[in-house]
């Protein structure tokens, strides 16, 4: 009951806070053109470097995606979490408990990073189809997990995997053939961590300030 209290406590006090999204400097929403280059392929020391994301780049949506490893107490699942940012606001957020249980926090951030490549091809192909996002681009998705991304890339053994190797394969798949890419970001910069568990209090007011804005009297 005390919980129930805080947490209607909460949403009240912060019943103003709202979704911002921002336009790019000149010429409001207007299609971006890009010339196309050669892309240079990134090697795994690279990828696993991490990177701080910018997400007021106009038409540009990221995912951020991440896992608490068998956070539920009762049934020991882990916990889904996924917000994709674009013109500096979330435009779609999920917070899940796994329908099956994983063995190992890789294992759970895969389960989580399947279910959110899902949505976000759906943007991507929106965005291109609607001609503010290049075409045939990779959408950068923000994982915090080393091990998942080096699965993800075909580039670690993946032999204790194969219970769920059909999850992996379509992994692979996308990040293959270009549609996705990992990036890699530190815990403190992962919004998607505010969607799986609950959070100290200085990290979960930076998280918010990143989503929501609190209008000026």
């Not at 409001?28 to 701080?52: D, H």
């Not at 013109?87 to 294992?107: D, F, H």
């Not at 998607?192 to 979960?204: I, M, Q, S, V, Y």
Request: with cysteine; charged share 25%.
């Amino acid at each position: 009951m005390a919980a129930a209290q805080d947490l209607v406590c909460y949403l009240y006090g912060s019943r103003d806070y709202q979704i911002e999204y921002k336009r790019q400097a000149k010429g409001g929403n207007e299609p971006i053109v890009f010339e196309k280059g050669e892309a240079v392929p990134r090697t795994l020391e690279q990828r696993l470097k991490a990177s701080t994301p910018d997400e007021n780049i106009p038409g540009n949506p990221l995912l951020f995606v991440d896992a608490d490893y068998a956070g539920c107490k009762v049934t020991r699942r882990s916990t889904s979490g996924m917000v994709i940012m674009m013109n500096g606001g979330p435009i779609t957020w999920s917070s899940r408990l796994q329908k099956i249980t994983a063995q190992s926090s890789a294992e759970s951030e895969i389960y989580a990073v399947c279910e959110a490549v899902k949505e976000a091809i759906h943007i991507k192909l929106l965005c291109e189809e609607t001609g503010i996002r290049e075409l045939n681009k990779p959408m950068a998705v923000y994982e915090d997990n080393a091990a998942c991304i080096a699965l993800g890339h075909s580039l670690k053994s993946s032999k204790s995997a194969k219970h769920y190797q059909v999850r992996l394969r379509f992994l692979q798949e996308h990040v293959r053939d270009g549609t996705i890419e990992f990036e890699k970001v530190d815990t403190k910069e992962q919004l998607a961590d505010g969607f799986t568990k609950a959070l100290p209090r200085e990290p979960f007011e930076s998280f918010r300030g990143r989503m929501l804005v609190r209008p000026a009297n």
